[in-house]
């Protein structure tokens, strides 16, 4: 007979395993389930238009309004220890927006309630004067603007086991409706005040599994290039491209383990302006 149940030092005494066979279950630590059930839902809007190309210029943008809510995607977890549901007994307990682990281990978002894309293309006209056409013509300048509102988030308490069932993913309780802070910023994404700092042993935190929304991303790139004729069936054509053209600031998800000194402070970016130049010869 287990004694002292409400203690981390039982753990594995109290997995199906060793409930089932002591004898061998001893030697088994965390043995994680996947199966085929669950069901997940995705209601979206999409707002599409577009100019095709006609006097050097093209046109298109799409907005996309949606919202996604699934069981959590356990397929996508192969190979993170505990990664599986925090109740074995409750899938529901862990429904929320849709979110994925990439094979990298790092959380993906797939639950992007606005989408917005914008593309334009510009072709220089044919010159007739032989030198302005020498220079100025055959150029195209492509654009694209891209933004995407914040990817959720799930608070968590670190690694730390309440619930005393070994499980790595818990979440505290949340004390506040709003989670975020008054004013977001880098300093201060997620109110602190929000959550609680421990649980009761044995129970679990009420948080919900992504559900704090994190910053909103943005980004323009461009591209200018030309293809220079050279003979017949040989051409060289050369590439100038930007990344984040603006050079902005754009913030990465904020530190979600409750038990972290850093917890809600946003701790990274995104990539900063690049910048490339490639050359292509064809025959």
């Known amino acids: 007979m287990t004694t002292g149940c409400n ?30 059930g669950g069901t997940g839902s995705y209601n979206g809007l999409l707002l599409n238009t577009q100019k095709r190309l006609s006097r050097g210029v093209s046109f298109s943008a799409n907005y996309t309004w949606s919202h996604c809510i699934a069981d959590i995607n356990q397929g996508s977890w192969v190979g993170s220890v505990g990664g599986g549901l925090n109740k074995e ?19 993906q978002s797939l639950d992007r309630r606005h989408l917005v894309n914008i593309t334009a293309v ?28 914040g990817s959720f988030v799930t ?11 070994g499980s790595a993913v818990e979440r505290p309780n ?9 004013n977001p910023r880098p300093t201060c994404w997620i109110n602190p005040a929000a959550f609680s700092t421990t649980v009761p042993f044995g129970t679990f935190g009420n948080t919900g599994r992504s559900n704090v929304p994190g910053p909103t991303y943005f980004e323009i790139d461009t591209a200018l290039s030309r293809l220079f004729p050279v003979r017949e069936r040989m051409n ?19 530190t979600t383990g409750r038990n972290s000194p850093q917890f809600g402070q946003i701790l990274t970016s995104l990539d900063p302006r690049i910048m490339q130049l490639a050359a292509k010869f064809t025959f």
């Open 174 to 182: 949340q004390l506040l409706q709003n989670p975020l802070c008054d």
């Open 122 to 149: 510009l072709e220089a006209p044919r010159f007739n004067d032989k030198v302005l056409r020498m220079v100025a013509s055959d150029w195209k300048l492509s654009t694209s603007y891209r933004y995407q509102s």
């Open 7 to 36: 203690a981390s030092t039982n753990t594995n005494q109290r997995r199906i395993a060793y409930l089932a066979n002591p004898a061998d279950g001893q030697f088994l630590g965390p043995v994680d389930v996947f199966d085929d």
């Open 155 to 165: 608070v968590s308490t670190g690694g730390v086991d309440y619930a005393l069932n």
């Open 236 to 254: 060289l054509e050369i590439r100038a491209e930007a990344f984040n053209l603006t050079n902005s600031f754009r913030a990465g998800n904020p």
């Open 89 to 107: 007994s409750d899938r529901r307990f862990d429904r929320g927006n849709c979110q994925t682990q990439t094979g990298t281990g790092a959380n």
